[in-house]
C-alpha cells in the first residue's frame, strides 16, 4: 500500500498527494467522503487507486454546525493553525475566543495573524488585544501581499509541517496562501475585496484544499466562516480563559455561577483589576453554548444513549 495525503473532500469523491503527484481516489461501497477531512493520511492500492483505510489522526479540527447534525471535519493533522483576521472592523475578540478553544481542544498550536498591518497607523493596539486573548499566545503581524509574511510565518512552515487557515471572509487568507506557496498567476487563489463599510468580505475560497509551502510544509486552506458553535470544548475553554479557570476553584461555593454569590473570587478579582468583566461575559456565554451542545450520556446502565445538554435558566 502507498501512504497519501488527502488534499480535497468533495460530496463523491476525494483526491489526494502522493510521492509521484495528485491521484483520484476510488472509495469502498460502504465508505462516504464526509469521513475523511482534508490533511488526513491514507493508506491506498497504487495501482488501482482504491483507498484502503485511512490512519489515525494526531489532530483533528471540527465544528459544530446546526440542525443536531454530525460535526463538519474542517483538517487534520495540523499542527498549527493559523487564525487570520484583520485591523480594521472584522477584528472580533469573541470570535477570536472561538477559534482558540477550537484548536486548544484538537491539540494544535494556535497563532493569531494580524493582516491588513499596512492600512492602519499603528497595529500595536491590535497586537495587544490579541495576546490578551490566551496565555503565551504568538501574534504575528503580515502584509499578505508582500514576501516578507512569508519570512514571518516561516517558523511554523518548515519542512514537516502543517499549517491551516481559518478566519472570516476578506482578511486574505487567499491573499496568504499565494503568498505561502508562491503560486504564478494562473494557479493563484483568487481574492476578492471588501465592503469598506463594515470590512465584510465576499467568499473567495469555497472549498478545503491542501498546498505545498515554499519552505516545505503544507497548508490547508478553508472557506471563511460565517458562524462557528462549539461543543466539547471543556479543555479548549479552560486553556482560553485561564485567569478564570484557575481563579473558580478558591470561590467559596462549588457551584458559584461568579456573578453575585459571596466569596466570589472571580468577582473579587474583577473588583481588583485582574479580570476584565468583558472576559467574564463571554466566558460565560461559550460555557452555556458548550453545555447546550456537547451530548451527554443518559439512561440505564446497559442503554444509554446521548443527548444534548440545556441551557440554565
Not at 481542544?105 to 495576546?131: H, M, N, R, S
Amino acid at each position: 500500500m502507498a501512504p497519501m495525503r488527502i488534499a480535497t473532500v468533495h460530496r463523491s469523491r476525494l483526491t489526494a498527494e502522493s510521492e509521484t503527484g495528485p491521484a483520484r481516489l476510488n472509495l469502498p461501497t460502504n465508505v462516504r467522503t464526509t469521513e475523511f477531512a482534508v490533511g488526513d493520511w491514507a493508506l491506498v492500492n497504487p495501482e488501482t487507486h482504491m483507498l484502503i483505510r485511512r490512519l489515525d489522526r494526531l489532530a483533528l479540527l471540527q465544528r459544530r454546525t446546526e440542525g443536531g447534525r454530525p460535526q463538519q471535519l474542517i483538517a487534520a493533522n495540523v499542527d498549527t493553525l493559523f487564525i487570520v483576521t484583520s485591523c480594521n472592523d472584522d477584528f472580533n475578540p469573541a470570535r477570536l475566543e472561538r477559534y482558540l478553544a477550537l484548536a486548544n481542544e484538537a491539540g494544535t498550536k494556535p497563532v493569531i495573524v494580524l493582516t491588513k498591518i499596512d492600512q492602519v497607523a499603528d497595529a500595536a493596539p491590535y497586537v495587544a488585544q490579541a495576546a490578551a486573548l490566551q496565555p503565551g499566545l504568538d501574534v504575528a503581524l503580515v502584509n499578505a501581499k508582500t514576501p516578507e509574511a512569508a519570512q514571518v510565518l516561516a517558523p511554523w512552515c518548515g519542512p514537516g509541517q502543517t499549517v491551516a487557515l481559518v478566519g472570516s471572509s476578506g482578511v486574505g487568507k487567499s491573499t496568504l496562501l499565494n503568498t505561502l506557496s508562491a503560486k504564478l498567476a494562473e494557479n493563484a487563489q483568487p481574492t476578492g475585496s471588501i465592503r469598506e463599510d463594515d470590512a465584510k468580505g465576499r467568499h473567495t475560497t469555497t472549498s478545503r484544499s491542501l498546498h505545498a509551502i515554499k519552505g516545505g510544509g503544507l497548508v490547508i486552506d478553508t472557506p471563511g466562516m460565517r458562524t462557528l458553535h462549539v461543543s466539547n470544548i471543556s479543555d479548549g475553554l479552560d486553556m482560553v480563559f485561564a485567569e478564570i479557570a484557575e481563579l473558580a476553584p478558591a470561590c467559596r461555593f462549588g457551584d458559584c455561577t461568579h456573578d453575585h454569590e459571596p466569596g466570589c473570587a472571580i468577582q473579587e478579582a474583577i473588583a481588583a483589576g485582574k479580570v476584565d468583566p468583558a472576559r467574564l461575559d463571554r466566558w460565560r456565554k461559550l460555557l452555556e453554548e458548550n453545555r447546550a451542545n456537547t451530548p451527554v450520556q443518559s439512561g440505564p446502565r446497559n442503554n444509554k444513549i446521548l443527548k444534548t445538554g440545556k441551557k440554565r435558566r
